[in-house]
């Protein structure tokens, strides 16, 4: 504790500054997301349908594209998933399709060609966007009951991510992970990151008794490594529409989909992973 006070002492006013502002603004989106999870499942649903739309609009602004399509059909397939007359294959289906289509789009990140025709098309939203914040949706009712331990887990590992990559990379980082796409992205800060998010993990075993440590340490490692993919795949996007921030709602941090864009990636390989665990146990 005292060398990190130490680190932060000799930073510049400015950078003392950008962390009060992130972490006051990370404050308050974590305890209105944590309010809505252990309100009620219905909160939680309507935060993250919210959540999605808003996503949605800075998106399409950031590939220019102006359209009321992908409102209509995210907010009809929302609706479709969380229904008790959706077909018991459905929800499974959504999980693998965002899977495949992300592993598509971490392909695109080394492909400079295939990305710049993605870019125009309504694909990237149907089944990046949408998908991934369906499965955000659907990680809670993995077994059928809604689970707010689970979910807030979820979303504590990303933010333990992001708090300890951001932290050890600014401190320690000297090797760039792929400055093409994300100039401040250390090796150092992703391996802070994933060291972060396993002692959390662990740590989330003890509480969260219901998902074994093992499930936990799974989660914790997948969601550091696709949690950083996903924000570089962001990055890819902002940096060809040369802009720093998908929007401004939130100080410190840019728009949602600027916060969201670990767990948007991460949530079909999470919401897969609970899918198999719970069927082959």
């Known amino acids: 504790m005292k060398l990190l006070t130490g680190l932060l002492n000799n930073q510049p006013k400015?950078?003392?500054?950008?962390?009060?502002v992130r972490t006051i603004s990370g404050l308050i989106y974590m305890t209105l997301v944590l309010f809505a999870m252990y309100s009620s499942s219905q909160y939680?649903?309507?935060?993250?349908?919210?959540?999605?739309?808003?996503?949605?609009?800075?998106f399409q602004r950031l590939i220019q594209?102006?359209?009321?399509?992908?409102?209509?059909?995210?907010?009809?397939?929302?609706?479709?998933?969380?229904?008790?007359q959706a077909p018991f294959w459905a929800t499974p289906l959504i999980g693998?399709?965002?899977?495949?289509?992300?592993?598509?789009?971490?392909?695109s990140l080394f492909d400079y060609a295939s990305h710049q025709r993605l870019e125009r098309?309504?694909?990237?939203?149907?089944?990046?966007?949408?998908?991934?914040?369906?499965?955000?949706?659907?990680?809670?009712?993995?077994?059928?009951?809604?689970?707010?331990?689970?979910?807030?887990?979820?979303?504590?590992?990303?933010?333990?991510?992001?708090?300890?990559?951001?932290?050890v990379g600014v401190n320690f980082g000297r090797r760039k992970l792929l400055e093409r796409v994300s100039p401040k992205k250390t090796i150092e800060g992703t391996l802070g990151g994933l060291v972060g998010s396993l002692i959390c993990g662990a740590?989330?075993?003890?509480?969260?008794?219901?998902?074994?440590?093992?499930?936990?340490?799974?989660?914790?490692?997948?969601?550091?490594?696709?949690?950083?993919?996903g924000d570089l795949i962001q990055s890819k996007f902002k940096r060809k529409a040369q802009v720093k921030d998908s929007g401004r709602l939130l100080p410190g941090h840019g728009g949602i989909y600027d916060r969201l864009d670990s767990i948007?990636?991460?949530?079909?390989?999470?919401?897969?992973?609970?899918?198999?665990?719970?069927?082959?146990?």
């Not at 400015?14 to 009060?20: G, T």
């Not at 740590?203 to 490594?225: K, M, N, R």
């Not at 990636?265 to 665990?277: G, K, R």
């Open 14 to 20: 400015h950078y003392m500054k950008e962390l009060l």
């Open 44 to 58: 939680y649903l309507i935060l993250t349908g919210v959540l999605g739309l808003l996503t949605l609009f800075e």
């Open 65 to 84: 594209i102006k359209s009321i399509v992908p409102y209509l059909l995210f907010c009809i397939f929302f609706y479709l998933v969380h229904t008790p």
């Open 96 to 107: 693998l399709l965002g899977v495949f289509m992300n592993l598509y789009l971490i392909l």
């Open 121 to 167: 098309k309504y694909i990237p939203m149907v089944f990046y966007i949408m998908i991934g914040i369906l499965c955000m949706g659907l990680i809670p009712f993995h077994n059928g009951i809604f689970d707010a331990h689970l979910i807030a887990g979820v979303f504590v590992l990303i933010w333990v991510n992001d708090s300890m990559a951001y932290l």
């Open 203 to 229: 740590i989330l075993a003890q509480y969260i008794l219901h998902q074994s440590l093992v499930l936990w340490l799974i989660l914790a490692g997948v969601i550091a490594c696709f949690g950083t993919i």
């Open 264 to 281: 948007i990636f991460v949530s079909p390989f999470v919401y897969t992973i609970l899918q198999i665990t719970y069927y082959v146990s």
